[in-house]
């Protein structure tokens, strides 16, 4: 059936590819991006089931703006798809202040900019689904990823809970936790590299930039393939609460879990038994 779908981040990488599927399986899209001429040049020009406006998910302005647009030009929304993000990488002394409030501002609050700016229109519907992109970095913490994990690691809270306020309402949540897929994060329009500032890490922020730098074009993941997974979870009838997605992201997950399991057996001894003495906990 289809659908209406609102997509951030519509301008290059993994939002292009779940656009364009989305549009192939007839469905009519809302594609958003900071510069909507060239997400709309990106994806071909105008169509007639396609809507390209200007969405910075900082912007809570924008995001009303953006999801007025879309109920006024199709008349409802079924599906946001909240895929913009970026990328500050770094050990986390290197990485200034500045820099960690922007990468949560856009990878954590940026979603939640959009999402409540969606939400009334699901509710009034009694049906939607929010889909977040996160990472398998919002599971596991990696070397490098502090500021990158941090705000997909607050993600996962918040849409993990976001379910229960809204499943009342007919309203299904996805989190999707990505492996390494072939997407432009890498690129240095989605990334931003440190500076060596500290004798400590130097040699090791140059060589990880150097590492990391080539791996893209090289990643396992075909986002393509993604894409489509998303918009079989976006037709399910009882969607998945979260998608581990590429096996690179399902074997460091399983592993993650199998941690949390030794870590919370290894606490019982000393944590189990730390209640008031007349509450028997």
């Known amino acids: 059936m289809s659908k209406v779908v609102l997509v951030t981040g519509a301008g290059r990488g993994l939002g292009t590819d779940i656009v364009r599927e989305a549009l192939a399986a007839g469905h009519r899209v809302v594609a958003t991006g900071r510069r909507p001429e060239e ?33 006024d030009r199709f008349g409802r929304i079924d599906v946001l798809i909240n895929n913009a993000g970026n990328f500050f990488a770094g050990y986390f002394e290197e990485i200034p202040p500045a820099q960690l409030r922007e990468q949560i501002e856009t990878n954590l609050f940026g979603p939640m900019n959009v999402t409540r700016a969606v939400l009334p229109i699901m509710r009034r519907q009694r049906a939607g689904h929010v889909i977040t992109i996160s990472s398998s970095a919002g599971l596991i913490g990696q070397e490098f990823c ?42 240095d329009a989605s990334t931003t590299w440190p500076e060596p500032t500290i004798d400590d890490y130097a040699d090791r ?17 075909d986002p393509t393939k993604l894409a489509r997974a998303l918009l079989t979870i976006a037709d399910q009838d009882k969607p998945l609460l979260r998608f581990v997605a590429g096996a690179d992201a399902i074997e460091g997950v399983e592993g993650k879990a199998r941690e949390l399991l030794a870590q919370a057996d290894a606490s019982r001894e000393l944590g189990a038994d730390l209640g008031y003495a007349d509450t028997g906990a």
Not at 54 to 66: F, H, I, K, N, P
Not at 205 to 221: D, V
């Open 39 to 71: 997400v709309e040049r990106t994806l071909g020009g105008p169509q007639a089931n396609l809507l390209v406006t200007r969405l910075d998910v900082t912007s809570t302005e924008d995001a009303e703006a953006a999801a007025q647009a879309a109920v």
């Open 146 to 187: 502090v500021a990158y994990a941090a705000s997909k690691f607050g993600v996962e809270g918040w849409m993990e809970s976001l379910r229960y306020d809204v499943e009342p309402y007919g309203i299904h949540t996805t989190v999707v936790e990505p492996g390494f897929f072939r997407t432009e994060l890498l690129v």
């Open 205 to 221: 922020t140059r060589a990880t930039i150097t590492a990391w730098k080539s791996m893209n074009g090289s990643q396992p993941g």
